[in-house]
């Protein structure tokens, strides 16, 4: 088995495979851990999933205070809900468990070429400066947002401008404690956040099809909201939304980010990447053969566990970001506490669907400053997802 990429994604997918099969993992980079992440992952999903992530937190978030254009909500719950991670180190500790399963870990080494060879593929990879040939039964491509290796195996188009996320991130000194995330212009269609890692805060942005780079959009909000703090790091990056056309293939399965396995009301792929890694192992683990009629199982097993989610977020941040910024302070000026208690009893950070239950339960009340038929229009939408 060889994986493209050594992300959260491959690297799951990885160590449940070592344990059955000889499996490679090529790593462009020289070291693991994908830095222009803010690391937020959900507690309980990362309990679910069994990953060890404790030795790489940073801090834990049990409170955020949600920013529209001139109000704010906060949301404080008893225990913690989510960890920020240093994601080097969470990559770290992902990979030796890999590696303690048996498999190799190849570092510095760019999958540059794969072809089909019969019922194997050949694999060119870039190693110092030198060209290799592996050969493997099953290939899986654990690639990002570049996805290079769906994209040329035919399994999905380029990502379209409004499927980009285009994010920048400060890493700055600060002694804020509280999450805070803000919908504002700056990030359009998606939202800033300052999020407390210690001393030190990531203070960052995403956006989509916006004229304004997220460099230039990120400094315009920081100085405009008085977060300026001496820059110790900064990074950009981009996320892909929507998921790929297909997933499987004969002898080949796409994993995490690189299909599109992104939560698209964050922005997080962590989760559901190692989620989609397992999932991957568990179907060639199963399997007869990896045919393309036997390896289509994984993309049941996918969309029963997280496609509805997905879906649900996309449609979800379709409607939530064609509220106007007027529309969102009313909504943000009027909502009682009864709504906000069921929003934290309800609460999940990961399975967002949880937010139609209770806009849809309480909708007349969460949307009543903005009118009848706006709150009609919109609950006739969400019902609708
Ligand atoms: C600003 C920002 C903030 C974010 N914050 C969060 C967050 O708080 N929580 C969260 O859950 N997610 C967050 N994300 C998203 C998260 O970082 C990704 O979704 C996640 O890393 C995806 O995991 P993956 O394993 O699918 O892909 P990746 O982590 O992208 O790993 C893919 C790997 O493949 C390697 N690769 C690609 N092509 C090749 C090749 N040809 N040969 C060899 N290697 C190759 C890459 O170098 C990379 O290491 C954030 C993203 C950004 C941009």
Not at 22 to 35: D, K, M, P, S, T
Not at 171 to 183: I, K
Request: glycine residues 10%; charged residues 30%.
């Amino acid at each position: 088995m060889f994986i493209v990429g050594a992300g959260p994604a491959g690297l799951a997918c990885a160590r449940e495979l070592a344990s059955e099969f000889e499996v490679g993992v090529a790593e462009e980079h020289h070291e693991l851990g994908n830095i222009s992440c803010t690391g937020v992952l959900g507690i309980k999903s990362l309990e679910r999933l069994g990953i060890d992530y404790k030795s790489s937190v940073l801090s834990y978030i049990r409170s955020a205070r949600l920013h529209s254009n001139a109000e704010n909500i906060e949301f404080s719950f008893s225990k913690p809900v989510a960890v920020v991670v240093d994601r080097a180190a969470f990559d770290r500790g992902l990979g030796e468990n890999a590696l303690d399963e048996g498999a190799e870990i190849l570092t510095s080494t760019r999958v540059v070429k794969v072809e089909r060879k019969g019922k194997r593929w050949s694999i060119k990879l870039l190693r110092e400066g030198k060209i290799e040939e592996v050969e493997a039964k099953v290939l899986i491509g654990a690639d990002g947002f570049r996805s290079e290796i769906a994209l040329s195996q035919g399994l999905r188009e380029k990502w379209k401008p409004d499927q980009i996320l285009s994010c920048y991130q400060l890493e700055v000194n600060c002694s804020a404690e509280l999450t805070d995330v803000y919908f504002t212009h700056y990030a359009q269609n998606f939202f800033a956040w300052q999020v407390p890692t210690g001393e030190r805060c990531r203070v960052g942005l995403c956006s989509r099809g916006a004229t304004l780079s997220p460099k230039s959009a990120l400094k315009k909000f920081v100085s405009e909201n008085g977060l300026e703090s001496e820059i110790l790091a900064e990074t950009g990056d981009v996320i892909p939304l929507g998921i790929i056309n297909k997933t499987y293939a004969e002898n080949l399965l796409i994993v995490g980010e690189a299909a599109g396995f992104i939560k698209p009301i964050t922005g997080g792929g962590v989760i559901f990447g190692i989620t989609s890694g397992k999932l991957a192992a568990e179907v060639l683990k199963d399997a007869s053969d990896f045919s393309e009629g036997s390896l289509s199982r994984y993309e049941k097993l996918w969309k029963k566990n997280i496609g509805r989610e997905i879906n649900f977020g996309l449609h979800f941040s379709k409607l939530f970001y064609s509220l106007t910024r007027e529309e969102l302070d009313k909504i943000f000026r009027t909502l009682d506490k009864e709504a906000v208690e069921e929003i934290k009893k309800n609460f999940s950070f990961d399975r967002h669907s949880f937010l139609l239950k209770v806009v849809i339960r309480h909708g007349y009340r969460i949307f009543r400053a903005l009118g009848t038929r706006r709150s009609a229009e919109l609950l006739g939408e969400l019902r609708k997802i």
